[in-house]
């Protein structure tokens, strides 16, 4: 059974930083890629950031370049995504997501974790 | 980047009903699309992959349809279950880009 876990949200002031991980398990982990989407309070879904199954190429939506970094460690198959400088704006639920295409670039999710809250306020 | 558009972004309907979304795309993605359905309190789930093929575990009363910058959603025959809101997503173009959603309630 393919299991997604979230951790490291919280509550953070703004221009603060918090390191958020995803830990997987029932698949192999290397082979896919994988994603985090956000959802703010109310809103929709709004893609973050993914990373291919090695690890070798990573990808951002353009308002999270320079200030959030993806990455994974595949001998632990998890999951990071380093946030820095945060704004209200990043206040969301931030999901885990499998690629359920291949190890490359990212496409389209088959499994998704429950979440983690990140709260950016003074 | 390439945007989304849904509509309606609410229904009302029936049990019973059949409920009809649609999702246009800024620029021809061929059939580069994906369907989610996301229940109050719970992670999105995938429905549909490639605008049209119906996810392993999927009821055959969801399906999908479509190609280019058009694309339609379908349920046959809304269950009380089915009450969630719904989102298209494409993945022709990085940044991956998700419609803005339909609620559906009853």
């Known amino acids: 059974e393919v299991q997604l876990l979230e951790s490291g949200g919280g509550l953070v002031q703004p221009g603060g930083s918090l390191r958020l991980s995803c830990a997987a398990s029932g698949f192999t982990f290397r082979n896919y890629a994988m994603s985090w989407v956000r959802q703010a309070p109310g809103k929709g879904l709004e893609w973050v950031s993914g990373i291919t199954g090695s690890g070798g190429k990573t990808y951002y939506a353009d308002s999270e370049k320079g200030r959030f970094t993806i990455s994974r460690d595949n001998s632990k198959n998890t999951l990071y995504l380093q946030m820095n400088s945060l704004r209200h704006e990043d206040t969301a639920v931030y999901y885990c997501?499998?690629?359920?295409?291949?190890?490359?670039?990212?496409?389209?999710?088959?499994?998704w974790g429950q979440g983690t809250l990140v709260a950016v306020f003074s | 980047d390439i945007q989304m558009t849904q509509s309606p972004s609410s229904l009302s309907v029936s049990v019973g009903d059949r409920v009809i979304i649609a999702c246009q795309a800024s620029q021809d993605i061929n059939t580069s699309l994906n369907w989610y359905q996301q229940k109050p309190g719970e992670a999105p789930q995938l429905l549909i992959y490639d605008a049209f093929n119906l996810q392993i575990g999927v009821p055959s009363r969801f399906s999908g349809g479509g190609s280019g910058t058009d694309f339609t959603f379908t349920i046959s025959s809304l269950q009380p279950e089915d009450v969630a809101t719904y989102y298209c997503?494409?993945?022709?173009?990085?940044?991956?880009?998700f419609g803005g959603g339909t609620r559906v309630e009853i």
């Open positions: 997501a499998k690629d359920g295409y291949s190890s490359g670039w990212p496409r389209g999710f088959d499994f």
């Open positions: 997503q494409q993945y022709d173009n990085l940044p991956l880009t």
